[in-house]
């Protein structure tokens, strides 16, 4: 067990080993830990991002119906379980071999925009907004959703609204806000009622406001963060998702494409369902996360990144001009690519300004009544792959069935673990920035906390291979000797 | 193949009209006595009294502020784990001290410290718990959890009728 100091209050603290631990890593969603290194001088000598919770979800799944996957699945995470339930679904789709009814697949479409929204704006309002707003270097103690409120009420209260209109769109559709048992293979369960459309249409010009209100206050204050926005994990790294056939943004179907921090194509019209040809997953021993990679350029020179920032670097266009506007001035932010994560919540803020549009012209339309929602079959196909974009980044559903339907095999390539070698090189590179010598101010661990909340990890959903390493907190001494260790 | 039923209504998804007691019971339903507040809430919702909002929640989240703000009676409905309580016990709840973080989840004193920091007021609130003795997997409640949501109901309909 570890010490209690450390058990269950932020443990900031350098040791006589000159080892900077931040541990628990907050507001992220999930747990994790970084370590620090120094060296004799004092300077950062490496620095380590480290997964400490384990799910297992891709062992226990084994052996149950596939029927079951997407109301297993979406369990996986609080925050994003739609995101888990479309992939799931769409998996099933294809061991059934079906082509779902286009209304079911616009419903599909309809909510995932609603949890990107919500998803977003958790991210941004509740989680980042303390640090971006208030300052990094502004009193901890009200570095927090309540010192936001202080700061600017209108803000915080618009946040709040803005999440609950995307856990509106969810549950308008699957009846409930988290976990909705509404996604199946083959299609989805209910329809979208006249009532409910018009309950969501009803709320389009308030949050479009609030989401441009958001933009404009974060493109004013990036000035002041001129330096982070230079620095924040600001690297070259492949970027990739899903696109449409124009190469219009796209965060349910499409096909993967992958450019580098130039912004040229390095590969296009990839069939997501062959993910396991061109993404390869390595493992360390120090974290539960695992290592995806573009196989191509091998492991670690094939680091990628996804999420709102790739998918923004890979697209031509949104398609809806209150977006693309906002996406040409993203733009002027990077040379063919924007490389520093620290624009993932510029990002973040005009995807869920292009859901909003969207969800306004999907509504719009009267085929998304229709009560035609299933395609009925049976096992078709012994193994299918579901693709969709989460709020994160792209999203992999796996699976291998018997002719019974039975899962035999699971693999979950995650978000957040695609752009783990990212976060890791962000931490570094944010610490040897910032970092000099044992004597830190605070604002200066929380640039280094808040390096890793632009990329808005969930760690919840990302761990679920057999590992065999433990919980294991070493401190060193400054010739590699262990001092003290705690395990669990 | 799945049972192809409409998803069931949701408690949670209730009426933008304020109303003057909102009742939240949350919790896991599928952790065993944990789906007490859920279902109580369930229950409040059946008697479809006017004026009365009940909402069944998995977590309290900052969304509730609002609610609760246009609320003049707050009553939170939670399981709480105890080897020996056989009670159903009625807490009166203030805000929390705003000195830390909130997250995408709260308690209830810090869902009343957001209200009151958002919306400049908060409503009187009750926290009504319930004797739980399982959390396992599975949807059933213990005997005890049982007679306590019957007891539970018996309070919560006493403080509705001194508020309304």
New interface residues.
């Given amino acids: 067990m570890l010490a209690s100091t450390q058990n269950s209050e932020l443990c900031r603290g350098v040791d006589m080993a000159q080892r900077i631990v931040i541990d628990p890593v907050?507001?992220i969603e999930g747990h994790a830990k970084i370590t620090i290194e120094l060296d004799d001088g004092g300077q950062v000598r490496d620095a380590r991002f480290h997964v400490t919770e384990f799910r297992g979800f891709e062992q226990f799944c084994v052996g149950r119906p596939l029927?079951e996957m997407a109301g297993i699945t979406s369990r996986i995470c609080?925050?994003c379980p739609v995101s888990h339930l479309l992939a799931s679904a769409k998996a099933g789709d294809e061991i059934l071999a079906v082509r779902i009814p286009p209304a079911a697949a616009q419903l599909r479409r309809l909510m995932n925009l609603g949890q990107i929204i919500q998803s977003h704006a958790?991210s941004f309002f509740?989680?980042s907004a303390?640090d971006l707003l208030l300052g990094m270097d502004s009193d901890p103690?009200r570095r927090?959703?309540?010192g936001l409120?202080?700061a600017a009420?209108e803000l915080?209260?618009g946040g709040?609204?803005l999440?609950?209109f995307g856990?509106q769109v969810i549950?308008?559709l699957?009846?409930?806000?988290?976990?909705?048992?509404?996604a199946?293979p083959g299609g989805v369960?209910?329809p979208l009622s006249a009532a409910s459309r018009d309950l969501l249409a009803s709320r389009i010009p308030e949050v479009r406001a609030i989401a441009l209100d958001a933009i404009t206050r974060f493109k004013a204050m990036l000035e002041q963060y001129h330096e982070e926005a230079q620095l924040f994990g600001n690297f070259p790294t492949l970027f990739m998702g899903l696109v449409g056939a124009d190469g219009a943004w796209e965060h349910y179907d499409g096909l993967l494409r992958i450019v580098d921090g130039g912004g040229q194509v390095v590969a296009d019209q990839l069939d997501p369902s062959r993910y396991h040809e061109f993404i390869g997953e390595a493992v360390e021993h120090w974290s539960y996360l695992k290592f995806p990679y573009y196989r191509p350029l091998g492991y670690p020179d094939g680091i990628y990144r996804v999420g709102p920032l790739a998918r923004l670097n890979i697209c031509t266009h949104f398609g809806t001009p209150l977006a693309d506007a906002e996406l040409s001035a993203f733009r002027a932010y990077g040379k063919g690519a924007v490389t520093s994560s620290f624009f993932y919540h510029y990002a973040r803020l005009i995807e869920i300004l292009a859901a909003i549009e969207r969800i306004e012209v999907m509504l719009d339309d009267p085929a998304m009544l229709s009560e035609h929602l299933?395609a009925e079959a049976g096992i078709n196909a012994l193994e299918g792959v579901g693709v969709s974009e989460a709020p994160r980044g792209t999203l992999f559903h796996h699976y291998q069935v018997d002719q019974h339907g039975l899962i035999t095999w699971v693999n979950l390539l995650i978000a957040t673990g695609q752009n783990n070698l990212a976060m890791n090189r962000a931490v570094l590179q944010i610490a040897r920035h910032y970092i000099h010598g044992p004597h830190i101010p605070e604002g200066m661990l929380n640039r280094v906390e808040a390096g890793i909340r632009a990329f808005d990890p969930c760690l919840s959903c990302s761990t679920h291979a057999v590992g065999q390493m433990p919980l294991h907190l070493e401190l060193l001494g400054p010739d590699g000797e262990v001092l003290d260790q705690v395990m669990r | 193949m799945m049972d192809d039923q409409q998803p069931n209504a949701a408690t949670e998804t209730a009426p933008d009209a304020p109303c003057s007691v909102v009742l939240v019971g949350y919790g896991n339903e599928l952790r065993g006595d944990d789906t007490v507040g859920p279902l109580i809430a369930a229950a409040v919702a059946a008697w479809k009294l006017p004026g009365i909002q009940a909402l069944a929640v998995r977590q309290l989240a900052p969304e509730l502020a609002e609610r609760l703000a246009a609320a003049e009676l707050a009553i939170f409905v939670d399981a709480c784990a105890s080897p020996d309580r056989e009670e159903v016990e009625a807490h009166l709840l203030h805000p929390a001290a705003i000195d830390r973080a909130l997250g995408h989840t709260s308690d209830p004193r810090g869902l009343l410290a957001l209200t009151e920091a958002l919306y400049g007021r908060y409503p009187a609130a009750w926290l009504i718990t319930v004797p739980a003795r399982s959390f396992a997997i599975g949807a059933e409640l213990s005997p005890v959890a049982e007679r306590g949501l019957a007891a539970a109901l018996e309070q919560i309909r006493d403080l509705i009728r001194n508020a309304v």
């Fill in positions: 907050s507001r029927w609080g925050i958790l509740h989680l303390p103690a927090n959703m309540f409120i202080a009420p915080a209260r709040i609204r999440r609950q856990q549950e308008q699957g009846g409930q806000k988290i976990h909705p048992a509404w199946v369960r209910a299933r």
